[in-house]
């Protein structure tokens, strides 16, 4: 989590004066540990996972994501 945040911050010093909004946002199809939660939460990034990003697919007509937990699970 803290290199996606360095990385985010270089792209934010990268674009300059130039960048109006920048919302940094992840996914994790199976959630976040809490110290990661934590350091989002403290650094303002938005975040969604795979419940909630079905939840939008649904609500725009579009099919939900694969259970990739159950594609690992039946390719083993």
């Given at each position: 989590?803290?290199?996606l945040?360095?990385?985010?911050e270089?792209?934010?010093k990268?674009?300059?004066?130039?960048?109006?909004t920048?919302?940094?946002?992840?996914?994790?199809?199976?959630g976040?540990?809490d110290?990661?939660?934590?350091?989002?939460?403290?650094?303002?990034v938005?975040?969604?996972?795979?419940?909630?990003?079905?939840g939008?697919?649904?609500?725009?007509?579009?099919?939900?994501?694969?259970?990739?937990?159950?594609?690992?699970?039946?390719?083993?």
């Amino acid at each position: 989590m803290e290199s996606l945040l360095r990385k985010a911050e270089a792209l934010r010093k990268a674009e300059g004066e130039d960048l109006e909004t920048m919302r940094v946002w992840f996914f994790a199809h199976d959630g976040f540990i809490d110290k990661a939660e934590y350091l989002m939460k403290e650094k303002g990034v938005l975040w969604s996972v795979r419940e909630n990003l079905d939840g939008l697919l649904e609500s725009v007509g579009l099919s939900c994501l694969p259970d990739v937990n159950a594609i690992n699970m039946k390719n083993k």
